[in-house]
């Protein structure tokens, strides 16, 4: 072939560019406790660095790899840094970044089950061992009436079983003839934000999302559920979905899923558990109480790339009837017509979440499980709990500082005793230190710090590290 | 590090299992086109070859690796083979892969700029530089009133794009109160299947969508589509949207924007106008007019992922004012308050989707620019667009065969003169072959074939090829 003609990489150059990038990124991963944790560039820093046109002639691979060093790196907060204890994580791991190469590379579309059979029975067989390994129940498997997906994110996950409640709450009529300004959904004050965003996406309108209060755990408190469902029931508006949450963002509190999921059941209202960090957990046996009540649901969402060492995007989507996603969903222009569809014996993911192309997403799910193994998953999970816990005790016996709540698992919630200024300094202090990296909440209107262990290269030493941290840079704010 | 107790690939493992699958991905790209591009497998079959049960212990990477030839590659639909010519293109390259393998390497998430300013940065910057090199007008940069974003797909695209038309017509009320079933969207008989998706999903109900008639070229006639609108306002209905499109899904027809732009622009109507494919066409200037009247947009998208040589997902999305969209689908909980956010410096790219997560899609499309260069990507379209033309003078000059629709650029529309029947027979019996793959659809009721010309890898010879490959089949089809 005419390389010169052809302009593409060819395959011999993709060996040795290919080798090139994965030298950088095991260099990258050798390097990256040593980088400071928050990028600490200003705004407009990096697109600084950045010709104002697009070359008209193509760049040599080396130059472009360079500016990997010279323009990335140093706009990169590390999110694969040991040192990363903000948000929840969002861990990759050496199988994963290699399932997602070997995704990149297939380039295939798995909209249909036709456009490559492969994708579509991977991911329903890697979706059934993950709700087997979880604990989850049968119901949401494919061999079941349900069954499970790959979604981007738990927003979207939340937004198409919000969608599902919508449409069987309105006999799919919403669907047809658009909402009337009468669904209304249910959450806790705690509860994530992309449930506000996916009931103004919907539709229903913020003003028709009931943010029910918590607990001193920060828990929903399920008698206030059923209270303000009967009271809306009455007022004539019709309630469509409940969305309950294992491992909230701010606290990790956990909703109790038993009352909560009676309350659904009696009032068929749909509900959605969120799990997205947590939810992994689940891994080991000795913490499924976490969600226990869980049969009550009728979805469910937990995202390996957060606590289970895949790549975003891998959000596992389970719904426990899968014919009330697809009904839905479901769309069947002429142009996707195929003989498998009609037969029935296929799935066909595009109908069971928003977008119509999808990537070969479970390689990377299915290589982290076989690479780890469950027992290997449930020995990192129980050593990150373990951490948390050992932190939290940490906390606990250092009279300056307290748990603005008890941590359930491997997110402790903790403060200065000196007020919320204070925190802020401790917080900004650390941040820019490029030592560590950690993030706040508010909890009952207090500046709260969080600490979350879950990053797939963080060791004991990195947890006893950023405790030590927080301790000097404590002292230095109370002695400023 | 003591591996044993880490259990995590270390780095040395990842150079070694890393430069295994680039040469498992080289390797496939050799003999791609040896390998039956529609999959022949049975439903199930690929899921039959899958144990039952998760490994409770972990696997030796080189089994993992051995499956994708045993398990996987029995089960793709090759896309990535030169010999695809079906639906649309969804093509990878070297130097996108390289790009989303460097992503997936850095594991960032760009949900905020201050999660990894980088990841922002530089995604606006290509994107401007996209803007640029593709001729569109410049309230579609972020130096404008504008910008871009990546989206998955164009369905995503077309969903933020109808949800900023909706909160537009009703004073951003809709989020605030819920759809009141008055909002009306209008695109064309043509338009794809995911306006009426984004409809549904969106709260207008499927009953406001108005799909316009189109002309003997399959294009929206806009006198119709100011009819529609003026009958709906005097029902007392509220237009809110109007999709147009550069080259249907179908036959690639493309909507005349001047006059929809007019329409939209006395209406006050979000006009959005996907370019999905053809799109890309406009990096050379001799076939801009085909997205003439694009400055009267409000909304644009195209997806470097079919035509333009970077994987899946890469949506380019532009709008012409940011601030409705991101005042659409914007959410601030306090975790995720930041000085930079709060300053109003920077873009927060969470606020332009519906996920909240987001990994560096801008790298891989940032590779493809810098590698081909502005020319070589205008190079290889241009190409394409003879083949095509070349394929369907071929069509014209046989008797047994005639074009549904002259062939607008890259896709061409045709049909044995046989009818349904036999251009079924054709269809399948080209597709079972292995040899070649091309999809359908209907014009005017009858079933046509579609053969797009826009893979990476195809060559003229391919083309040349798969004509030869459809008059044999169709003299079989004749005989039997």
Same mark, same amino acid.
């Given at each position: 072939?005419?390389e010169k ?6 395959p011999?150059?993709?060996?040795r560019y ?11 991963y ?14 407009g ?9 697009p070359?008209?002639q ?27 204890f903000?948000?929840?994580p ?23 089950w036709?456009?490559?059979?492969a ?8 979706l #059934? ?8 129940p ?14 981007d ?7 198409c079983?919000?969608l ?6 309105t ?7 658009g909402c #009337?300004?009468?669904?209304?959904a ?32 920060f828990?929903?408190r ?12 009455q ?7 409940v969305?309950?949450t ?21 009032e068929?209202?749909?509900l959605?558990? #969120?799990?997205a960090?947590l ?11 976490l969600?226990e ?14 606590w289970?060492?895949t790549?975003f995007?891998?959000?596992c989507f ?8 697809i ?32 990537r070969f997403?479970s ?5 982290v499980i ?15 709990v ?6 939290a ?26 007020? #919320? ?8 202090r ?12 508010k909890?009952?209107d ?6 979350c262990?879950?990053?797939?290269h963080?060791e ?7 405790w030590r ?7 230095g704010?109370?002695?400023?």
């Amino acid at each position: 072939m005419d390389e010169k003609k052809t302009l593409h990489m060819t395959p011999d150059d993709f060996r040795r560019y290919g080798r090139a990038v994965v030298d950088w990124i095991a260099d990258y991963y050798e390097r990256v406790e040593s980088l400071p944790v928050l990028s600490p560039v200003k705004p407009g820093q990096i697109r600084a660095l950045l010709p104002p046109e697009p070359p008209l002639q193509g760049e040599p691979f080396e130059k472009i790899l360079e500016d990997m060093n010279r323009v990335v790196l140093p706009g990169i907060t590390h999110w694969q840094s040991p040192n990363f204890f903000a948000f929840f994580p969002a861990n990759a791991s050496g199988p994963s970044i290699l399932g997602d190469l070997l995704s990149s590379g297939l380039g295939v579309q798995g909209m249909l089950w036709s456009t490559s059979p492969a994708c579509t029975e991977v991911e329903t067989h890697v979706l #059934d061992w993950t709700a087997d390994m979880m604990g989850l129940p049968g119901k949401f498997k494919s061999t079941g009436s349900g069954g499970g997906v790959i979604q981007d994110s738990a927003s979207s996950a939340s937004l198409c079983a919000l969608l599902a409640g919508r449409e069987r709450a309105t006999k799919f009529m919403s669907n047809e003839k658009g909402c #009337d300004g009468r669904l209304v959904a249910y959450a806790s004050t705690q509860t994530h934000s992309s449930v506000e965003k996916a009931v103004k996406i919907a539709g229903l309108g913020r003003q028709n999302l009931r943010l029910v209060d918590v607990d001193e755990k920060f828990a929903l408190r399920p008698n206030l559920l059923r209270e303000q469902i009967q009271k809306d029931r009455q007022s004539g508006l019709v309630p469509c979905y409940v969305c309950a949450t294992i491992g909230t963002t701010s606290s990790n509190a956990i909703d109790p899923l038993p009352e909560i999921g009676k309350v659904c059941r009696q009032e068929g209202i749909w509900l959605h558990v #969120d799990g997205a960090m947590l939810g992994t957990a689940a891994v080991c046996p000795e913490y499924r109480y976490l969600q226990e009540g869980i049969e009550y649901a009728d979805s469910y969402c937990f995202n390996p790339h957060k606590w289970m060492f895949t790549n975003f995007d891998c959000d596992c989507f389970f719904v426990a009837e899968r014919a009330a996603l697809i009904h839905t969903l479901s769309i069947l222009p002429e142009y996707l017509r195929n003989q498998a569809t009609e037969s029935g014996a296929v799935i066909d993911y595009r109908d069971w979440h928003i977008p119509l192309g999808r990537r070969f997403r479970s390689l990377k799910l299915w290589l982290v499980i076989r690479h780890y193994g469950v027992e290997g998953l449930r020995y990192l999970v129980r050593r990150h709990v373990e951490w948390a816990q050992k932190f939290a005790r940490w906390v606990q016996e250092d009279k300056r500082f307290e748990l603005a709540v008890p941590p359930p698992m491997n997110l402790v919630c903790f403060r200065h005793v000196g007020g #919320d200024e204070v925190n802020q300094k401790i917080m900004d202090r650390l941040n820019l230190s490029g030592k560590v990296y950690l993030t706040h909440t508010k909890l009952k209107d207090r500046l709260t710090l969080r600490l979350c262990v879950g990053q797939t290269h963080t060791e004991e030493r990195h947890v006893i590290q950023a405790w030590r941290l927080i301790q000097e840079t404590a002292d230095g704010v109370s002695k400023s």
